[in-house]
């Protein structure tokens, strides 16, 4: 067997492999550390960037009229 010839075999199966892990679907879900958290920690993450707390942000009106 060539070197050109066991070069596409070995693309072939990587190929062939990342289409199976790929429709199994684990390989791209996304990682818990992507998740939004509590909402203590999302109002603490606000708070500490220079916005409002998330209670306030709740309770006020959506749309100024």
């Known amino acids: ?5 066991r070069d596409r075999k ?4 990587a190929i062939a492999s990342v289409l199976l ?3 199994v679907g684990v390989s791209i879900s ?3 550390g992507r998740a939004v958290g509590s909402h203590w ?3 603490h993450r606000r ?3 220079g916005g409002g707390s998330l209670l306030k942000s709740r309770s006020s009106r ?4």
Do not use: D, K
């Open 1 to 5: 067997m060539s070197s050109e010839e």
């Open 10 to 13: 070995m693309l072939a199966v």
């Open 21 to 23: 892990e790929e429709s």
């Open 30 to 32: 996304p990682s818990a």
């Open 41 to 43: 920690s999302s109002a």
């Open 47 to 49: 708070m500490s960037i």
């Open 62 to 65: 959506s749309v100024n009229r």
